[in-house]
């Protein structure tokens, strides 16, 4: 059994002391309050925010009306448990989501707490409509850390390490990534290689009629921005379709206005059987959905979907703000001016930079990935990655990272931000980026 450390007063040190060291944390800052695009600590050292709470704050951090549309809703409804009897609010983003959502078709959603929630259940709707096993997942994906999502995660480190077995008949294929192509693959061929890889999956490891649905983030999130080519979605569309096979579109990270649009997945013309919607729908209220075709939404007996706390009224009640801040404050618009200044700003340093590799990303959702060498593309190491984060931390920035090799700085800055704060922190990491003395 091990030895209890000294007391200690400091919330840093107290962190260490209660909490496991599995839940890690990229920055050692305890924070207290929020506005906006700035976080305050418990020391109260103020910090530019570009990591907005991993893509849960497009709205920004106590946007007035969501924060009037949660207090007003405690003093009315905190629970009633949607199994007992729906909230109102419940039902309203329910009806919000089916209107917003692409597709036309007859649609019907869900609501639960968490994105890794949201894929469980996915997994779930999918298998029991077509009464098939398989599903199939991408090399690099993120969906979540509850078993099953562990199990399609497209990367076995950290999370998978150790804590086996896991659930069966999932299958990984490649994601096309314009920036690493397989040896011997031409960047303009990558759709063709990617969907070749599909179809021999379905002849040698597996077949169609044992493949309940295909689960896909349109820009993968934690995998590092990776934006597949234009004609990948549409080609995966026709492939589930010429086989009778789902598309689950997981739009955790990617949805709710971050890269220009509701929804990553319309800008490629396509929709899914399933739509999967967290993070930004509440604006740091636990919240997540599904939103997709009715009959497949409908292929659970009563009582097969739901959980207590499901769709709380004060997530809903934060989830129709943020509807009504997507109209007033013109978020979509916003995410196309912030991800355009961005573009501009990371552009300009990976021509500048030796050590940037890529800049990319789709509307707001934008990073650079960061190498030894332009020629070879070796990741820059994870001792380097962590000096970037700490010297943006020192000049008031908080940042953070992403990719299979954790070279990729990713922002996720709240659409809110101003024009001065979001000039501001761009300068923090060209400034960092270009002074840069590698360990
Ligand atoms: C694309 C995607 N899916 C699912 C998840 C899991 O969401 P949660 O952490 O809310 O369970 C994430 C989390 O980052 C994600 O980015």
Redesign the pocket.
């Known amino acids: 059994m091990p030895t209890l450390p000294n007391k200690t007063a400091s919330p840093l040190a107290d962190r260490e002391r209660y909490i496991p060291r599995g839940l890690a944390h990229y920055h050692p800052v305890v924070v207290e309050s929020a506005s906006g695009a700035t976080l305050r600590g418990v020391d109260g050292r103020e910090y530019l925010d570009f990591a907005g709470g ?2 849960v704050l497009n709205a920004g951090h106590c946007h007035p009306k969501v924060v009037k549309a949660v207090q007003e809703q405690a003093a009315k409804l905190i629970h009633s448990a949607v199994q007992v009897a729906p909230p109102r609010v419940y039902v309203e983003v329910c009806r919000k989501l089916v209107e917003a959502a692409p597709g036309a078709f007859a649609k019907k959603a869900v609501l639960l ?7 469980e259940t996915a997994v779930k709707l999918a298998r029991a409509f077509t009464r098939r096993p398989g599903i199939v997942s991408f090399e690099g ?6 078993y099953m ?1 562990m199990r399609l995660n497209g990367k076995h480190k950290p999370l998978r390490t150790r804590v086996g077995p896991f659930p069966g008949d999932v299958y990984h294929v490649p994601f096309p990534n314009p920036y690493r192509p397989p040896a011997g693959v031409a960047a303009k061929d990558l759709t063709r290689y990617c969907m070749g890889r599909l179809e021999d999956l379905l002849t040698t490891t597996t077949a169609p009629e044992e493949v309940a649905a295909v689960i896909i ?1 349109p820009v ?3 995998g590092g921005f990776i934006v597949p080519p234009k004609d990948f979605l549409p080609a995966l569309r026709a492939f589930c379709d010429r086989h009778g096979i789902l598309l689950i579109i ?5 949805g709710f206005g971050r890269t220009g649009t509701l929804f990553a997945c319309e800008q490629a013309g396509v929709a899914g059987d399933l739509l ?1 919607a ?2 930004s729908i509440a604006a740091g209220l ?1 919240l ?1 959905a599904i939103v997709g075709r009715a009959d497949v939404m409908d292929s659970l007996e009563p009582g097969g979907l739901g959980g207590t706390y499901t769709g709380n009224p004060l997530a809903c009640a934060a989830a129709l703000a943020v509807f009504g801040l997507v109209e007033t404050e013109d978020l979509l618009g916003k995410a196309k001016r912030v991800g355009e200044a961005i573009k501009r700003s990371f552009d300009k340093l990976a021509k500048a930079s030796p050590i940037v590799g890529e800049s990319r990303g789709l509307g707001a959702m934008r990073a650079i990935e960061l190498v030894t060498d332009k020629r070879t593309k070796a990741p820059l190491p994870e001792a380097d990655m962590k000096r970037i984060l700490e010297l943006c931390r020192e000049k008031g920035l908080l940042v953070i990272k992403a990719g299979g090799h954790g070279n990729v700085l990713r922002c996720l800055v709240p659409l809110t931000v101003g024009d001065a704060h979001l000039a501001r922190g761009l300068k923090i990491i060209a400034d960092v980026v270009l002074g840069l003395k590698r360990s």
């Open positions: 991993i893509g707490n968490t994105g890794a929630e949201a894929v994906s993120f969906h979540g850390r509850t999502a983030e993968q999130g934690e997981d739009e955790v990270q990617a999967l967290a993070k636990p997540s």
